[in-house]
């Protein structure tokens, strides 16, 4: 499967094909996007503010912010195991109700492109010079998806006002 821009997130969820291995997990958390959290928190029968507080962190990424699972980690680590990873049965708990971020994550070959697919439709503000500014660092070192490079996604004023002289800053 070949993932762009453009494909639709009903593709990328099919192509999400989860070996329920746990190793993403063990490193890091998913992203809840703000319309997933009522489900969320209604299958845990707990106000939206409550869940959060219990399972979710802010973070930040292309200068948005949104909310992941609490990661659990060791010492002053940077990253951790997802609150919802059974380390026992090496199985989410919560498989069934997953966000879309842990849907579409995977250790396969689209692993990295799903990653940069979810960046460019939930994390990237076309609108915010730091988040465009961000990206272009992030595109420098690695290959923007087909149909998501900057010039492709920011109008040529705007993109030359963002990151016009941006290497001398």
Not at 139 to 144: A, F, I
């Amino acid at each position: 499967m070949l993932i762009s821009k453009n494909t639709p997130k009903s593709e990328m969820i099919k192509h999400g094909n989860c070996k329920t291995c746990g190793h993403c997990c063990y490193f890091t958390s998913g992203i809840v996007l703000d319309e997933e959290i009522p489900q969320l928190a209604n299958e845990f029968k707990l106000s939206e503010e409550d869940f959060k507080t219990r399972y979710l962190e802010e973070f930040t990424k292309l200068n948005t912010q949104k909310h992941r699972f609490k990661q659990l980690r060791q010492g002053s680590a940077p990253h951790g195991r997802c609150i919802f990873l059974n380390v026992e049965e090496n199985k989410c708990t919560i498989h069934k109700i997953r966000p879309l971020h842990c849907k579409i994550s995977t250790c396969d070959h689209h692993g990295e492109d799903a990653q940069k697919w979810f960046d460019v439709k939930h994390f990237l503000n076309t609108e915010d010079r730091n988040s465009v500014r961000e990206y272009a660092i992030y595109t420098k070192l690695k290959e923007p998806l087909p149909g998501a490079s900057l010039e492709e996604l920011v109008p040529k004023e705007k993109l030359e006002e963002f990151i016009g002289g941006m290497e001398n800053d």
